[in-house]
């Protein structure tokens, strides 16, 4: 029987990721505690059999259980629920206890709550956690921000449960108030950007080039050996890889077209824009998610207008390292757009982010873990303000080799009605970055003539503003 006080930490929500995260604190020799309102959720937590481990339902009871300063981790949906959980928790807790947020909480909502908890005498983190229900039990990327002095006290406790890269811990106090959630929801921009480009390489290798699952099975195998070696891609190639009992084609062949979004894509995408920060790619790739919903409309629009040239005549094999060219320059930009975005917002909302630390822990633990964040961690080690990974010198050179590829791949699909948004929006994106003279003078121009909004001229100090109509102009 365990005594009052004894546990180390407490988990709110007992399902499947509050279950494996308290699972793991206790491999690692914490006594822990948690609380569900659902009893048959507390039963399979009690029904481990665990002695270090105890679930309850009465909340009272639990807070006793845990020693003080109190640390309370959320696992619960983002929203209301998180501010209801909280004004139930005050009710049991003391000032000066720890209470973690550790769902996808947008981080405007994190900021309103760390000034209040802060102002009622209670420490507040916001902790953004990657790796799903793998991670959870094994070892997450854990992204916490907020009240440092708490941080200091639950840190032994999160580096012990976190994944580790070279004997490094993938846990790191990300900066100020709303830190960790704004890092973690921008992580989980470049994620569906990434998706994105995996499912526009599967419609080139499939309809394309015509190629069976087992090819694009081994395509996903061979590329997740080299330079693209990431998760997303170590799991790719194993969907192709399961078929039902029974079954004669890959499981993905039966599976709705129709992709569902948790919210966390459309935040960073809202979030880049209050920001006047350019993250195309990212934007694309959420909006492919919104039109996967329209089937219906998509049904009848493929019968009034037909593709009867998708397949890629005369392709060799070699047209495959195309594609992993292609693919490289456009998860490249995903992940610099991604990036430039935790750039503006540090200045912008005074994190004291450190881009380094972000591409360090992301490289174990989290969905988007890659061999490519070590040359991001690598840039950033060099270059602690380095603005944009396009700027850094060895990104440029691996960048430069691939944009044949990547003009290859866009021009072939284009010509054969095959949709890449994601892949040629990451092609113009860096072709207007590079772009010394952009044609958005003539906007300004626009914008004068029909608005008087006026426009800055080249050379000369000053704002202006032009009388456009011509009299007795030709039509």
Same mark, same amino acid.
């Given at each position: 029987m365990k005594l009052d006080n004894e546990n180390a930490f407490g988990m709110i929500g007992l399902g499947t990721m509050g279950s494996n995260l308290l699972q793991n604190i206790a491999d690692n020799g914490y006594h822990c505690a948690g609380y569900d309102n659902s009893t048959d959720k507390v039963e399979s937590l009690n029904n481990l059999k665990r002695d270090t481990i105890q679930g309850f339902s009465d909340l009272k009871a639990f807070a006793r259980s845990?020693?003080?300063?109190?640390?309370?981790?959320?696992?619960?949906?983002?929203?209301?629920?998180?501010?209801?959980?909280?004004?139930?928790?005050l009710q049991v807790l003391d000032l000066g206890d720890i209470i973690i947020d550790g769902g996808n909480s947008h981080f405007t909502d994190t900021e309103r709550r760390n000034l209040s908890l802060k102002e009622k005498g209670y420490h507040f983190i916001g902790m953004g956690v990657s790796g799903g229900e793998e991670g959870a039990r094994k070892g997450p990327s854990m992204m916490p921000g907020g009240d440092k002095k708490a941080y200091e006290i639950v840190v032994p406790i999160l580096k012990k449960i976190a994944a580790h890269v070279n004997g490094d811990a993938t846990v790191a106090y990300m900066g100020e108030r709303s830190a960790g959630h704004f890092v973690k929801m921008v992580h989980n921009g470049i994620e569906y950007a990434?998706?994105?480009?995996i499912s526009e390489t599967y419609e080139i290798l499939k309809n394309g080039l015509k190629y069976s699952?087992?090819?694009i099975h081994d395509v996903f195998k061979k590329w997740n050996e080299g330079r693209l070696q990431s998760y997303l891609l170590d799991i790719t190639r194993d969907i192709f890889a399961y078929k039902q009992e029974g079954k004669t084609d890959a499981l993905v062949n039966d599976i709705s077209?129709?992709?569902?979004?948790?919210?966390?894509?459309?935040?960073?995408?809202?979030?880049?824009?209050? #920001?006047?920060?350019? @993250?195309?790619? +990212?934007?694309?790739? !959420? &909006?492919?998610?919104? $039109?996967?919903?329209?089937?219906?409309?998509?049904?009848?629009?493929?019968k009034m207008y037909p593709n009867n040239n998708l397949h890629y005549d005369a392709k060799g094999e070699d047209y495959?390292?195309?594609?992993?060219?292609?693919?490289y320059f456009s998860m490249v930009s995903a992940y610099a757009q991604g990036m430039h975005l935790l750039f503006k917002a540090n200045e912008e909302f005074k994190y004291d982010l450190n881009l380094d630390l972000i591409a360090k822990i992301w490289r174990g633990g989290c969905i988007i873990r890659s061999a490519f964040l070590e040359d991001i961690f690598t840039a950033y080690q060099k270059e602690a303000k380095l603005e944009h990974l396009f700027l850094d010198d060895s990104i440029h050179?691996? #960048?430069?080799?691939? @944009?044949?590829? +990547?003009?290859?791949? !866009? &021009?072939?699909?284009? $010509?054969?009605?095959?949709?890449?948004?994601?892949?040629?929006?990451?092609?113009?994106?860096?072709?207007?970055?590079?772009?010394?003279?952009?044609?958005?003078?003539?906007?300004?121009?626009?914008?004068?003539?029909?608005?008087?909004?006026?426009?800055?001229?080249?050379?000369?100090?000053?704002v202006f503003h032009t009388i456009w109509e011509i009299e007795n102009k030709v039509e």
């Open positions: 845990l020693k003080s300063p109190r640390i309370v981790m959320m696992l619960v949906p983002a929203g209301n629920i998180v501010d209801d959980v909280i004004d139930e928790l990434l998706m994105q480009l699952d087992v090819e077209d129709q992709a569902k979004a948790k919210g966390t894509g459309k935040w960073t995408s809202q979030a880049a824009m209050d #920001l006047n920060c350019p @993250i195309p790619t +990212i934007d694309i790739s !959420v &909006s492919m998610r919104d $039109l996967s919903h329209y089937k219906e409309l998509r049904v009848k629009a493929s495959v390292d195309v594609l992993e060219q292609a693919f050179n691996n #960048l430069t080799k691939s @944009i044949a590829g +990547i003009r290859t791949i !866009v &021009s072939d699909a284009v $010509l054969h009605g095959i949709a890449i948004p994601a892949f040629s929006t990451s092609l113009s994106y860096f072709d207007n970055f590079r772009c010394a003279s952009m044609p958005t003078n003539l906007i300004q121009a626009q914008r004068d003539y029909f608005g008087a909004h006026t426009y800055e001229l080249i050379g000369k100090q000053g």
